[in-house]
């Protein structure tokens, strides 16, 4: 008998414009170092690149849509989708917390697919159901990438799942 092997992720993703890199908050993005060094800051916080307020200006200024806030019903939508487009690739979400500008999910898949394949999944199928929802609006809904965190111990799994559920102005709490 052969046993499945799982994987679990925290993917996090922000919606467009709503949070740019030298923002106030920090950002996760890669930047270079006074003496040149490419530094990347792949986690908010004590990791995250420091505020800029002239990258943060001109992030806004080089915007091609406008910033997407999520709303309660906009957020049950993507909530459905998420959980379809997961059904379908045999993945399962764990938690999900939605709040007005960003998401985070703990998923457990099987075998090792790409992370950027995961994220990608779920934001462009999200998108469409956004996209159905409303027909008349243009533009993204989402940032290019996301983050995406292997957690390889059962107590990475446990806390990112309080992690989530944790979440402040959630819109959207679903599991754990």
């Known amino acids: 008998m052969t046993s499945i092997d799982y994987r679990h992720w925290l993917l996090t993703w922000t919606t467009y414009g709503s949070w740019v890199p030298g923002d106030d908050r920090g950002s996760t993005s890669v930047t270079r170092s006074p003496d040149g060094i490419l530094e990347k800051h792949n986690r908010v916080g004590p990791f995250s690149a420091p505020s800029n307020a002239a990258l943060a200006s001109f992030s ?4 091609k849509h406008p910033i997407v806030m999520l709303d309660h019903s906009m957020a049950e939508l993507v909530e459905k989708q998420l959980q379809e487009t997961a059904s379908y690739r045999g993945w399962s979400i764990l938690i999900l917390a939605i709040m007005t500008t960003h998401i985070h999910l703990v998923l457990q898949v099987k075998d090792d697919p790409k992370p ?3 994220l990608k999944d779920l934001k462009s199928y999200a998108s469409r159901r956004l996209n159905r929802h409303d027909p008349t609006r243009s533009g993204r809904w989402w940032t290019d ?8 111990e059962e107590a990475n799994v446990t806390a990112a799942i309080a992690y989530v559920r944790n979440q402040p102005n959630s819109l959207l709490v679903r599991g754990g």
């Not at 806004?60 to 915007?63: A, F, I, L, N, T």
């Not at 990438?145 to 390889?152: E, V």
Request: aromatic fraction near 6%.
């Open 60 to 63: 806004h200024e080089m915007r």
């Open 116 to 118: 950027s394949k995961m």
């Open 145 to 152: 990438s996301g983050s995406a965190r292997f957690l390889a």
